[in-house]
């Protein structure tokens, strides 16, 4: 969908599947009192460099009051959000960095000349097409007209399936990178079988909505209730700028039936429920256990009528949007269609387009007051047009093989890690643990890019220079057809599911597997001059949460071979609910706006990853002082760099609409308060002295210590 071109740096800003500890903590260091106090040293030939950002410290707060307060209360009251972001952040930090590594590449590719039809002419024309708005203004509507006609011989329910089934793309992923939203009315995801690891299945999932969840729609917030009124005038506004006869009666079918669509959808918290999704539907079933709309249709207009089975991962909802489809007259469907094709296109639709849709989704939505320039637009939407061509060029030049080693065995270690506690786990029986370390010591993982082999080939993706909304219908429909080539094949399990310049991590609980692409892998948090403290606390972390996302609610389910199965003895299992129930309990307290509460449930997962990832990254971390003191540097000690480091991982400040947002939309917890996490490790409290009358101290039977 085009319109991630003005939403995508607040979704890095806002987005990373980013994570008892030892009591091995370091001899001869007394913790601090609330507030670290500068601590005798010995004379050294070179100063190690912390890694800690001493400037960003607010020494006015106690660390056990609001940790993420006092390790960035001074950069918080000095930091801007830029005009044109949602955030600001170590993540933002990182982004725009890498961003303007491919402004390099892209540039450098296009001075060099491509011959036509390489890898490197496609990114020259990509990114030129883009840029080119007089030939946009030209063209006007006709790049989507022959869609905007489809819609318009809409004169049967049939024709309705018909157009339905052509727009399906794979636009949704509810494992990996737990994404649930799309417009169109159903949504793709391609992999594994839940139960049958040897072949890839297609999952269907439910959608239609424009605003970012059923929320938007549903919720009695006051804040809500005005999203909608805007909404509506966004409608309408769209419409009419496309010559749309009766645009406010139109607008008025689009919204109305947006609200039945949400009353018809599932609760995201129901969709993470992998085991409520493992439903395997033959072709016939469709017609029967949700009836209404033209499945045969559908299916054959998708390019999915040679399946068998298709897994419907929220059936209850796909019984009420086929309802919808047969009971809704076809005057309101081909309004839906025609306001949701001209919103997917705008931001490469003529300046009035784009303008009134930046208007309500960059600013009315996430509360960013400017457009982005448009080469940071074009940079961004060739890196992902074209990912793995940008990625090859990206990591041959700032991705150097030393770097990727030591990242490699900065992993290796918090895997050693993790399995050092799981081996100590008091709770655990020997049944559990015994498959738990099966799943630990068949973990797959990639750092910095693909394989040889293992990158995509972009020679059937037709690319012009003159034509940028027919450029990014053809890589949605190249990326469909490429999903659709997987069907019924083995898994590839080399396979990445993220290019190499993605500002993320992520688990793929699917095939047992971890990638961390290289542009994650440099500072803030990964240094390789830093003092190890910080890269333990900051990468370290984020590698041991993407490592816990195997065991977390949901990885939990999958076993060595990424098969839904349960794998857990009764008693550990009830052990896990009760553990994992106080996480929720902690969460659920947290504030992010006046009367809206972080959702403990929801985002979960994410908080189990952080706090078992921490959990490992504190053990890896005092592994590799060999039972030696670590240094004192900025008059920190080791532990308290380490969880510095940690929380300024977590640096971010956010306009209120993209919070809002985040905390109705999101599976991760917003920033401030995974920083928080930190409450749950007892060497936490040792290294900043934390007393039981301080806001985050937590009872030692309170502290959640799961893996």
């Not at 209730?225 to 700028?241: M, N, P, T, W």
């Not at 559908?298 to 991962?313: E, M, P």
């Not at 293992?454 to 037709?462: A, D, E, M, V």
């Not at 706090?611 to 590799?624: F, M, R």
């Amino acid at each position: 969908m085009q319109r991630t071109s003005w939403i995508l740096a607040a979704a890095v800003a806002m987005t990373l599947s980013a994570c008892s500890p030892s009591s091995n903590d370091q001899k001869g260091q007394q913790p601090s009192a609330s507030a670290p106090a500068p601590a005798k040293t010995a004379s050294v030939a070179a100063k190690p460099v912390s890694g800690v950002d001493m400037a960003g410290i607010d020494h006015s707060v106690k660390p056990g009051d609001n940790f993420f307060d006092y390790a960035n209360g001074a950069w918080l009251k000095t930091a801007k959000i830029p005009d044109d972001r949602s955030s600001i952040g170590n993540f933002l930090t990182i982004y725009e960095r890498t961003q303007k590594h491919i402004d390099d590449i892209i540039e450098g590719t296009a001075k060099s000349n491509p011959a036509a039809g390489t890898e490197n002419r496609k990114i020259a024309d990509y990114y030129a097409a883009y840029m080119d708005t007089a030939a946009i203004e030209k063209m006007g509507l006709k790049p989507i007209q022959p869609e905007l006609d489809a819609i318009a011989k809409i004169k049967s329910r049939k024709d309705l399936a018909e157009v339905l089934g052509s727009r399906l793309r794979q636009d949704e992923d509810p494992v990996n990178n737990t994404d649930f939203h799309t417009d169109h009315l159903f949504g793709l995801f391609v992999a594994q079988g839940l139960t049958d690891p040897s072949h890839n299945i297609a999952y269907l999932l439910q959608g239609g909505l424009t605003m970012p969840s059923r929320d938007y729609y549903l919720s009695n917030d006051k804040a809500m209730a005005g999203f909608r009124d805007k909404y509506k005038a966004y409608i309408a506004a769209l419409l009419k700028q496309a010559g749309t006869p009766n645009a406010e009666a139109e607008a008025k079918r689009v919204f109305d039936l947006e609200m039945k669509i949400a009353k018809a959808q599932e609760s995201l918290v129901d969709s993470q429920d992998v085991h409520k999704a493992n439903n395997l539907w033959s072709m016939s079933d469709f017609a029967k256990k949700a009836p209404g709309l033209d499945w045969n249709a559908y299916f054959k207009a998708a390019g999915l009528n040679d399946q068998k089975v298709i897994d419907v991962w929220q059936p209850k909802a796909f019984a009420g949007l086929s309802k919808l489809v047969a009971d809704a007259p076809l005057a309101d469907w081909r309004a839906l269609l025609r306001f949701h094709t001209l919103d997917e296109h705008a931001s490469l639709l003529p300046k009035a387009y784009a303008d009134l849709a930046f208007d309500f989704h960059g600013k009315t939505l996430t509360g960013v007051p400017k457009q982005q320039p448009r080469a940071k637009r074009a940079i961004a939407a060739t890196s992902y047009a074209l990912g793995d061509a940008v990625g090859k060029l990206y990591v041959k030049k700032y991705f150097p093989p030393e770097a990727k080693k030591q990242v490699e065995d900065l992993v290796n270690n918090l895997v050693a890690a993790f399995g050092s506690r799981l081996q100590h786990l008091e709770w655990m029986t020997p049944a559990t643990r015994a498959k738990a370390k099966e799943k630990l010591d068949t973990l797959k993982v990639f750092v910095g890019y693909p394989d040889a082999g293992h990158w995509r080939n972009y020679g059937s993706l037709k690319v012009t220079a003159d034509n940028p909304l027919a450029n990014a219908m053809a890589v949605s429909k190249f990326n469909y057809d490429f999903a659709l080539s997987k069907l019924g094949k083995p898994v590839d399990r080399a396979d990445w599911w993220m290019t190499p310049q993605t500002v993320n991590a992520l688990n793929i609980p699917l095939e047992n597997a971890l990638n961390f692409p290289a542009a994650i892998l440099q500072p803030p948090f990964f240094d390789p001059k830093a003092d190890p403290a910080h890269n333990y606390g900051a990468i370290g972390a984020i590698i041991g949460h993407e490592i816990s996302h195997s065991f977390d609610n949901m990885g939990s389910q999958f076993d060595a071979e990424g098969r839904l199965h349960n794998w857990w003895t009764p008693a550990d299992a009830k052990h896990f609910k009760e553990a994992t129930q106080k996480l929720v309990d902690q969460f659920n307290q947290y504030v992010a706006l006046p009367g809206l509460h972080v959702n403990g449930e929801q985002t979960l997962g994410e908080n189990i990853a952080d706090v078992s990832g921490l959990t490992a990254a504190y053990i890896a971390y005092h592994k590799s002082l060999n039972g030696k003191p670590a240094p004192v540097i900025d008059g920190l000690t080791g532990d308290q760099r380490f969880f510095l480091s940690f929380g300024q991982a977590w640096r971010s400040k956010m306009r209120e609409a993209a919070l809002r947002q985040r905390v109705n939309t999101d599976v991760h917890a917003p920033p401030q308060f995974r920083a928080e996490t930190v409450r749950n490790l007892d060497g936490w409290y040792k290294a900043f002295n934390v007393q039981p009358d301080q806001k985050l101290y937590l009872k030692p039977d309170q502290r959640v210590q799961i893996w």
